[in-house]
């Protein structure tokens, strides 16, 4: 079994809802992230996936410390780093960085290429004293494909694709061992993604790392992932190999952002069930009782309004015992996209 490198339980980030000016009180939280439970092995990519708001933002800063956790644990190695501070949280960040979504506002646009590589051997001395440090940046421009000679150049002088590169440069600069990517490629164009996916693709075999791909493109999630996480307002509710999510989905929300990914083949187009769900997304302000996902779910039951689905193996798949098994956080997941007519919409 692949050594674990990062593992997260029962991850919670509340934000409070307060009211008053002068007497602040509490009214209420918002829930961005409501029990997320994980693991990164060595040298694998954990894709998370799921609508806008679903909380994937949130549990990226949390694992780079940009957040801090309501409740629950991240271990890198075994080590809680939710409770470290100071020299130990210090040396930690050093193993877990990070590559913004938005290489236009990542970048400080009052730096050089070179400073922006460069600024986190500042933060750690130890990796490249100072002599070294020039040699280092060119080494990683030319690893990420950009001329080391543009080291003087400013972040205005590049497409949005080479400021990517450049943010994912300064990501390697410490040699870390796991790599958070938040929608790295979502901010570029299509034919500038595949050229960012390929290059994280052979970086990853190059220097060993791990990532957590977060994103909502199911087809770029698929292209890189070795695993995958299915979120819906701020829980995981479906998870396996990308074999397993995309081929054998069980979770009724993964079924209906299966059916939206464009296909290319008209004739494929045509026989292929599209749903449609209904209603919006509730508020993480008032999370639904049971299953979070019922209000617009067209397999919704008076069960489901009651209980909350454990991420589990399906019964019946569990005693079919095929190799696509996999958690899912359904009372009534099955592999089949059987839909009525008049999709979506549970009992409220």
């Known amino acids: 079994m692949t050594e674990t490198v990062l593992e997260v339980s029962d991850l919670v980030k509340h934000y409070p809802l307060t009211q008053g000016v002068v007497f602040r009180k509490q009214v209420g939280a918002v829930r961005a992230v409501d029990g997320v439970d994980f693991r990164l092995g060595r040298g694998e990519t954990l894709g998370i996936v799921g609508e806008s708001g679903c909380g994937k933002s949130t549990v990226a ?43 236009y506002t990542s970048l400080n646009p009052r730096m050089t290429v070179g400073d922006i590589i460069g600024e986190p051997y500042d933060i750690h001395p130890e990796v490249a004293p100072k002599g070294d440090r020039r040699r280092k940046v060119q080494d990683l421009l030319d690893v990420v494909g950009l001329n080391p000679e543009y080291i003087n150049r400013y972040p205005h002088q590049f497409s949005g694709g080479q400021r990517q590169r450049i943010g994912i440069a300064r990501g390697l600069a410490l ?79 993964t079924q209906a952002l299966l059916s939206a990914v464009p296909v290319p083949d008209p004739r494929a187009r045509e026989h292929r069930e599209r749903i449609i769900l209904t209603g919006d997304v509730p508020s993480p302000t008032n999370i639904p009782s049971g299953c979070r996902f019922r209000t617009r779910c067209w397999k919704a039951r008076e069960r489901c309004a009651l209980e909350v689905p454990a991420l589990a193996v399906p019964p019946w798949f569990a005693a079919a015992g095929g190799p696509a098994a996999h958690d899912s956080a359904c009372h009534f997941a099955e592999e089949a996209h059987v839909v009525p007519d008049g999709h979506g919409g549970g009992p409220g």
């Open 61 to 103: 800063k949390m694992l780079v410390n940009l957040e801090r956790p309501t409740a629950g644990s991240i271990r890198y190695k075994g080590e809680d780093i939710t409770r470290l501070s100071g020299r130990a949280l210090k040396a930690v960040r050093r193993n877990i960085q990070m590559v913004f979504q938005d290489p």
């Open 175 to 253: 040699r870390p061992e796991v790599i958070v990517a938040d929608e790295p490629v979502s901010a570029l164009d299509v034919s500038v993604q595949a050229q960012v996916i390929n290059l994280m693709d052979r970086l990853q075999s190059e220097f060993d790392l791990a990532y957590v791909f977060i994103a909502h493109d199911l087809s770029i999630v698929r292209h890189i992932s070795d695993r995958v996480g299915v979120m819906y307002l701020g829980r995981i509710v479906e998870t396996g190999t990308d074999t397993e999510i995309y081929d054998h989905p069980t979770h009724p929300y």
